[in-house]
T-cell receptor
Framework: AQSVSQHNHHVILSEAASLELGCNYS??????LFWYVQYPGQHLQLLLK??????LVKGIKGFEAEFIKSKFSFNLRKPSVQWSDTAEYFC?????????FGKGTRLSVIA | SQTIHQWPATLVQPVGSPLSLECTVE??????LYWYRQAAGRGLQLLFY??????ISSEVPQNLSASRPQDRQFILSSKKLLLSDSGFYLC???????????FGPGTRLTVT
């Protein structure tokens, strides 16, 4: 069965620190990859997606992710976090199927 | 632009009562539709999805069922709720199965 692993359950960072959230998936072949964010009290929204092409993908709000096929990874990065980035982040993967989501990583940004 | 609605936003129901949660999508036709349950620390669990009217795929056998009576309407139901059905239920839509999904605001269900 397909699975998606997000290594960190809860990450706490100070403002202006750099962020990297890990995401690994369990199956090979062509995949579509996604990162979603859920701010407190808000809908899940799409941060970025990768289907093909340049493995470094830029999304909204200064986020980016890098697809490394050999490592089955799609890590999310942001060079400098803000308090407003406090949220839960979900990685998702699809291979011609409905998206399979990871368990999420809660990010807390402190002043 | 497309929008997705879910209602009710919150619901408190006694054990053994029926359930009906509704989801509608505007601004697109023939969407793929999904029901998820979200539990804290456990991510999103796909319950059902539909690629067309009257077509339902069930991912997790349980006390719930889904129906799609119209192109842009997706309903989650139960005949008799269990305590374990409590949770946060999300509806989503996409253009294709492997494409990004767009989520509704969710329904918080508490079974007492």
């Amino acid at each position: 069965a397909q699975s998606v692993s997000q290594h960190n359950h809860h990450v706490i960072l100070s403002e202006a620190a750099s962020l990297e959230l890990g995401c690994n998936y369990s199956y090979g072949g062509t995949v579509n990859l996604f990162w979603y964010v859920q701010y407190p009290g808000q809908h899940l929204q799409l941060l970025l997606k990768y289907f093909s092409g340049d493995p470094l993908v830029k999304g909204i709000k200064g986020f980016e992710a890098e697809f490394i096929k050999s490592k089955f990874s799609f890590n999310l990065r942001k060079p400098s976090v803000q308090w407003s980035d406090t949220a839960e982040y979900f990685c998702a993967v699809s291979r011609n199927t409905p998206l399979v989501f990871g368990k999420g990583t809660r990010l807390s940004v402190i002043a | 632009s497309q929008t997705i609605h879910q209602w009710p936003a919150t619901l408190v129901q006694p054990v053994g009562s029926p359930l009906s949660l509704e989801c509608t999508v505007e601004g697109t036709s023939n969407p793929n539709l999904y029901w998820y349950r979200q539990a804290a620390g456990r991510g999103l669990q796909l319950l059902f999805y539909s690629v067309g009217i009257g077509q339902i795929s069930s991912e997790v056998p349980q006390n719930l069922s889904a129906s799609r009576p119209q192109d842009r309407q997706f309903i989650l139901s139960s005949k008799k709720l269990l305590l374990s059905d409590s949770g946060f239920y999300l509806c989503a839509w996409s253009v294709k199965l492997a494409y990004e999904q767009y989520f509704g605001p969710g329904t918080r269900l508490t079974v007492t």
